[in-house]
């Protein structure tokens, strides 16, 4: 430290920082009756709840109604509304939740006053820019303003700068940390996005001392709808989480559920309704996530009956029926779906096939292709050929 100083002089209590822990210092070893300084780098008390705006004096109760903190504590809340609401919004609910918001400039007034009535020699615009230590034990502080650089001596320093200062200066071991203020999920959608907050489940700001990444990375990999996880902190106090999200490409109905799938089989989510998701196919049946790539390829090719799909059913876990509209069902083969499709469209641009009173058109064996009629085209059918049918048939 520099040894020449344009002034000296000296308190029982020396205060660094004049924010909320500073002042409640000072008041207390000035009202015990030691010659006590404030030290104050800005030009008015309470740091970061007045400068900072920090407007929410937060609860001295255990939130179930019952106050657990007190004196100094209730004295400066009391303090933060004495000159009323100004032109904040004021939700005074002290008397029951022993909490305030207040306005930061008539909480100034209120502060300067108590610091004045106490007697505490409040030093405004003063940097501590310095200490001065004996046999480990801090002596004086060095401060900066406009009367020059001047020595502080004391015999007891309260360190209250917020950021440690003093002891940082005594060459006390330190850290310096990140403070997330913000979360941003970059590449969520909102339903995911609010799925990681609460995962993550903390309330912000949080110093990364108390952030555990890797726990935190793990959390969020467990979501279904993340396929890949980055966090890392940007600039400004930005916890930035980078997913890359599962995209829904099927609704797979089992029974009463129905679960978002991406175009793998992997669960994504569930929904409620299938109106949620008018734009995504449904498939149902045993097994039929795991073939969800199959599935993807026959919806590809359904080209003209796409509109009258309703969806597909995965049959004994090894093949698909195509179900569409007034009931009609086009039965897959295990083998080769796709084509087998692709061959029944053909014919039946040719020949009008679905439009008729078909149930079924069976594809399973590739030679021989059946058709079901419905029981009133079949006994037209027949009539028009001379057979009578019986009831059983139809
Ligand atoms: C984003 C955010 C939101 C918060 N929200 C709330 C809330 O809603 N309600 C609530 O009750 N709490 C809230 N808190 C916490 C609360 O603001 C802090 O706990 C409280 O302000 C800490 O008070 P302090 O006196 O220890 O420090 P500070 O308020 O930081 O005061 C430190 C003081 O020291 C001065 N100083 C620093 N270095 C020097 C130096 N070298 N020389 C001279 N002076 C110096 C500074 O100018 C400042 O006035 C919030 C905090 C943050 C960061």
Redesign the pocket.
């Known amino acids: 430290m520099r040894q020449s100083f344009d002034y000296q002089t000296g308190y029982d209590v020396v205060v660094?920082?004049?924010?909320?822990?500073?002042?409640a210092a000072a008041l207390a070893a000035a009202r015990h009756g030691r010659k006590t300084c404030l030290?104050?780098?800005?030009v008015f008390?309470?740091?970061?709840?007045t400068?900072?705006n920090?407007?929410?004096?937060?609860p001295l109760s255990d939130r179930r109604g019952r106050q657990v903190t007190f004196g100094l504590a209730e004295e400066l809340l009391k303090a933060s509304i004495a000159y009323g609401p100004g032109e904040v919004h004021v939700i005074n609910d002290y008397a029951q939740g022993h909490q305030s918001v207040f306005n930061p400039a008539s909480f100034i007034l209120a502060l300067d006053e108590l610091l004045l009535a106490a007697g505490v020699e409040v030093w405004f615009d003063?940097?501590?820019?310095g200490v001065q230590t004996a046999r480990g034990t801090i002596t004086g502080v060095a401060v900066e303003n406009k009367s020059g650089r001047g020595l502080v001596k004391g015999k007891t320093f309260v360190d209250?700068?917020?950021?440690a200062?003093l002891a940082f200066r005594a060459g006390a071991p330190c850290a310096v940390q990140e403070?997330f203020?913000t979360i941003w999920a970059a590449g969520a959608s909102p339903a995911l996005d609010k799925a990681i907050r609460d995962r993550l489940g903390f309330a912000l700001?949080v110093s990364s001392f108390d952030l555990d990444i890797d726990a935190a990375k793990t959390k969020i990999a467990a979501l279904d709808a993340v396929a890949e996880v980055e966090l890392r902190v940007a600039a400004g106090g930005v916890f930035e989480v980078a997913v890359t999200e599962r995209r829904p490409a099927l609704i797979w109905r089992q029974g009463e559920e129905l679960e978002l799938i991406d175009g793998a089989g992997r669960r994504v989510a569930m929904v409620l309704n299938r109106a949620d998701r008018p734009d995504l196919p449904v498939i149902a049946g045993i097994g039929a996530g795991k073939a969800a790539p199959e599935a993807l390829q026959i919806i590809a090719a359904t080209g003209p009956l796409l509109p009258r799909m309703r969806g597909l059913v995965r049959m004994g876990e090894r093949r698909w029926d195509l179900v569409l509209d007034r009931n009609q069902r086009i039965l897959l083969p295990a083998d080769n779906p796709v084509r087998a499709l692709e061959r029944l469209l053909a014919l039946d641009k040719a020949e009008d096939l679905l439009k008729r009173d078909i149930l079924t058109v069976d594809l399973r064996n590739a030679q021989r292709p059946t058709l079901r009629l419905a029981p009133h085209a079949l006994k037209a059918l027949r009539r028009a050929q001379g057979i009578e049918t019986a009831e059983s048939d139809l």
């Not at 209250?160 to 950021?163: K, L, P, R």
């Open positions: 660094c920082g004049g924010g909320m822990a500073g002042v030290l104050e780098k800005t008390p309470g740091g970061l709840a400068a900072g920090v407007l929410i004096y937060l003063s940097l501590v820019c209250a700068t917020g950021d200062d403070n203020m700001p």
